[in-house]
């Protein structure tokens, strides 16, 4: 049996429940991080409120209300897989690729086939700042997407297969204006352009701002539903922002841009 640490009265508290404690707490505070700043959030509290007046009207004998709340709350969890389906599975690819230890050894490096170092991946961190850079510069709208723990092979669909090399060059000439390609986003995953002209999903967050237009909101939606991270280039503001988990971050330098992008593949390399 475990150490007991303290025992007042019937109540006892051991090792395994300060364990249990502090796993739950720290269940819970991941939970907030995923569903921060979205409408999951607020459906989530929604339900929370649900179960405690289920559990208010138990213990005041309510019998018909107890019955009808006490129908929705036996599907809880089947309606929560529904109704949280994205969260759920950002939530799994987090626990997915999370590090183990503190000098990067992760899950999905002891499982991958292949090794891969910076003198690798900074070719490509090169390429894709020259290319936001002059964009930027000529005001052209993009928006790439960096994934590694998945190929987004769903969105990816939805444009032109490419598999090809990074290069400035070819970025560049994928968002001219006159491009047929150059309205949707490309996917860059296992370090080469998997596809082009691809549709994202929209975020329907209402906390972004209000002056942000449709190329920002996909910048977001597509990280609300993946683990990636997704660069935008505003052709009307010259700027370059960024979205990971949710959240837009914006009017960033091509520095600043560089630090993010080796912080992204350090991840995953």
Request: aromatic share 10%; charged share 20%; with cysteine.
């Amino acid at each position: 049996m475990l150490y007991l640490f303290v025992k007042l009265g019937f109540l006892e508290i051991g090792f395994a429940d300060l364990l249990d404690i502090f796993l739950v707490g720290l269940l819970i505070y991941q939970i907030y991080r995923l569903l921060k700043g979205s409408l999951a959030l607020n459906i989530f509290l929604g339900l929370v409120l649900v179960y405690f007046v289920w559990f208010l009207v138990g213990l005041l004998e309510m019998r018909l209300l107890t019955s009808i709340l006490g129908q929705f709350i036996e599907v809880g969890v089947i309606a929560l897989l529904i109704v949280f389906q994205p969260e759920v599975r950002k939530f799994l690819l987090y626990l997915g690729r999370g590090h183990l230890f503190k000098k990067g050894i992760s899950i999905r490096k002891l499982f991958s086939r292949t090794s891969r170092n910076e003198a690798e991946y900074y070719p490509i961190v090169k390429s894709i700042l020259s290319a936001v850079d002059h964009m930027r510069e000529r005001g052209t709208g993009a928006i790439l997407v960096l994934c590694e723990s998945s190929r987004l092979q769903f969105y990816a669909n939805t444009g032109v297969l490419m598999d090809s090399l990074v290069s400035s060059k070819l970025l560049e000439s994928i968002f001219e204006k006159n491009s047929p390609m150059h309205d949707g986003a490309v996917i860059i995953s296992d370090l080469r352009i998997i596809a082009a002209g691809c549709v994202l999903p929209v975020s329907d967050n209402p906390e972004l701002p209000n002056r942000i237009g449709m190329r920002h909101k996909a910048t977001v939606g597509i990280t609300e539903l993946s683990d990636a991270l997704s660069i935008v280039i505003s052709e009307e503001r010259f700027s370059i922002s960024y979205a990971r988990n949710g959240r837009l971050h914006q009017n960033i330098t091509t520095d600043e841009l560089r630090i993010v992008l080796i912080k992204f593949y350090e991840a995953y390399y």
